[in-house]
């Protein structure tokens, strides 16, 4: 029984660490429909980031919380990832749409496109959500077209990268 108790507390300081250790990152998935010709993306951020981020930013009022959100939550969000997430397909800056966002558990999805897009040869993406309040953040962006998936990770020190793709 001693040797149990023993176990556990030198066990506790361990949990204790591992449970206040926060992971900082989100997933960018970027799809080119070619049906559409349009890039479809959805950026997978944790909700409770992302409110700290924008109360930081524009309003300690504003909450991500479903069913209690603040009004401009979508404008705010929009404004954020105008300014932080750019992408440019073979070579030209694109101009991206906001499309909406939801909720799932305790994650925020960002649904964005870029509409008349010629097949990707060279994509850049410039992804620097949530790098100015966590210096830790990492951003993953995958990128598919016609079933070839290339990938990038992203951090404040290197804010973009490029993919090519074989046409």
Known sequence: MKKTILFFLALLPLLAFTAAHKFYVSATDIEYNEKQKSLQIISHVFTDDMEKLLQARYSDKLALVKGDEHPGADAYIQKYFKDKFRVSVNGKDRSINYIGKEYDKDQLLVYLEIEVVEPIKKIRVENGILTDLFPEQK????????????????????LSGTINFSN
Do not use: A, F, H, T
């Not at 993953?140 to 992203?154: A, F, N, R, Y």
């Open 139 to 158: 951003n993953v962006v995958k990128v598919e077209q016609q079933g070839e998936i290339k990938s990038l990770l992203l951090m404040r020190d290197n």
